[in-house]
């Protein structure tokens, strides 16, 4: 009886270890994922971006990425690897507000080529980045951060993640007594 107890258990313990790595496989494995907000039409710091790495938050290191990252025409070919970062990363507190945005990332952003949603900063009123890099791949896209824009729901839903994540960060550096994220 005590056998057939013990061949009970370790059968059970091997299910769930069976499903919790099925679940952890449908996971989108992302290598990272760079986040957060640019102006066009502006001067000084017109960007804010954060590279998610590696169990580790980095602030970016250069105040408007996308001088660097345009085309014979000038428009944005939203290069991320021509945007640097810092090599120190934020401290842990700053990587437990963002760490979300792994968690809660909508796949379908994976099945799309690089795109725009909505008409970010057509009108100066700026557009979240979000670049991944998922499998070796590098994907990329810009958002419309007016509420207006009705684009597909995990857009919309994760566009909101970013926007409170980004509002999170700068509350705690406020909250920290530090005057800015970079």
Not at 35 to 45: H, N
Request: a negative charge; proline letters at 4%.
């Amino acid at each position: 009886m005590a056998n057939l107890r013990s061949i009970g258990l370790l059968f059970s313990l091997a299910m769930v270890g069976a499903c919790a790595e099925i679940q952890n496989s449908a996971e989108p494995a992302l290598e990272q994922i760079v986040f957060g907000y640019y102006f066009g039409e502006c001067a000084g710091d017109c960007a804010t971006l954060f590279k998610l790495e590696g169990g580790k938050l980095y602030a970016d290191d250069i105040e408007f990425p996308f001088e660097l990252a345009t085309d014979e025409g000038g428009f944005y070919s939203h290069e991320t690897e021509k945007i640097t970062f810092k090599n120190n990363p934020l401290p842990n507190e700053y990587f437990n507000v963002s760490e979300r945005l792994l968690s809660v990332f909508p796949e379908e952003f994976l099945n799309l080529d690089e795109q725009a949603f909505g008409s970010p900063d057509a009108y100066d009123q700026g557009a979240i980045y979000l670049a991944v890099k998922h499998q070796g791949k590098r994907q990329v896209w810009t958002i419309d951060p007016d509420n207006n824009f009705k684009g597909p729901k995990y857009v919309l839903k994760y566009r909101e993640e970013i926007s409170n994540t980004l509002k999170d960060l700068a509350d705690l550096s406020e909250g920290m007594g530090q005057a800015e994220l970079k």
